[in-house]
């Protein structure tokens, strides 16, 4: 059975983007358009990893992150921070609130696939 | 600039008179005011023009890539079922290795259509913003357009737009994947 990643991304171009990379690579994704639809997405259903942007609408990325990690299902589940945003302090931001790996856009998709290979529990 | 503070047009004899306006409630807008109603909106309808033209052909090309990343799988899997130490197998092992490479490039190079959709957006808003608030900046100080700069800065998601904002040089993106 194929391991389930959880999308979070506002632009829908970027999150067929990296449907189409986690496919190829035999991952089942879910998609959610933000922070605030990812935490409804949050049904206690296995997720093995969740990739998310930084600046999106209604619950932004790092919001979504300190939640995650509140949810007992899910405070184990590696994230990856995939965003647009390169700044340190952004960044330190992410790492204080637990995430595990850091990706700026744009990416390379064996970039993402190694890092969600490496992570994905 | 408010028309209240237009002297010049009150001597104007086409100017209408009190008793010609006394059916208006509001004076139509002049100077910096008339100006900015007129061609602001015309930049803005530019700029939602750009990030909808670059957005459909982001979400065409996908579409083509996600077919060609079909196709590819098809010859994958069709590459299973040929003898694999046939040279014309070699050769198709060798086509579809190339083939998954010009897909991850295509993958990556779509991924700029997203960003400039997103720099195109923050430019919109800020736009509109600004055209909204220009008629009350008849006394700005250096100050507050220095406070309105920095809230420009503020709003940026990549270094890119920085460096475009303060006149740099766009240096190349560092290493882009970060283990904490």
Request: one cysteine or more; a negative charge; hydrophobic letters at 40%.
């Amino acid at each position: 059975m194929s391991k389930t990643i959880l999308v979070i991304d506002d632009s829908g171009s970027f999150r067929t983007v990296v449907k189409l990379a986690l496919q190829k690579a035999g991952y089942t994704v879910i998609e959610a358009v933000d922070g605030q639809d990812a935490v409804g997405k949050l049904t206690g259903a296995k997720i093995n990893l969740i990739v998310c942007d930084v600046n999106m609408p209604n619950m932004d990325g790092l919001t979504f992150l300190r939640h995650v990690k509140t949810v007992a299902a899910y405070k184990f589940t590696p994230v990856i921070m995939l965003t647009t945003e390169s700044q340190e302090a952004k960044k330190a931001e992410g790492r204080a609130a637990g995430a595990k790996a850091w990706i700026t856009k744009p990416f390379q998709p064996s970039q993402l696939v190694d890092a969600v290979n490496r992570l994905c529990v | 600039m408010s028309p209240q503070a237009c002297p010049s047009k009150s001597t104007d004899p086409a100017t209408p008179t009190a008793a010609d306006t006394a059916g208006m409630t509001e004076a139509p807008p002049t100077g910096v005011g008339v100006m900015t109603e007129a061609v602001v909106p015309v930049w803005t309808r530019q700029l939602a023009a750009i990030q909808h033209t670059v957005q459909g052909g982001t979400v065409e090309l996908l579409t083509s890539v996600a077919s060609i990343l079909g196709l590819q799988d098809q010859l994958s899997a069709e590459l299973k079922n040929l003898p694999p130490d046939a040279p014309f197998t070699q050769a198709l092992q060798q086509l579809n290795d190339d083939f998954q490479q010009q897909c991850e490039h295509a993958l990556m190079a779509l991924q700029f259509g997203d960003r400039v959709v997103q720099m195109v957006d923050i430019l919109y808003q800020d736009t509109e913003r600004f055209a909204l608030e220009l008629p009350g900046m008849q006394e700005a100080s250096p100050a507050e357009a220095e406070a309105w700069l920095n809230a420009l800065e503020a709003r940026y998601t990549t270094d890119e737009q920085r460096q475009f904002h303060r006149g740099e040089e766009v240096k190349p993106a560092q290493d882009n994947v970060e283990f904490f």
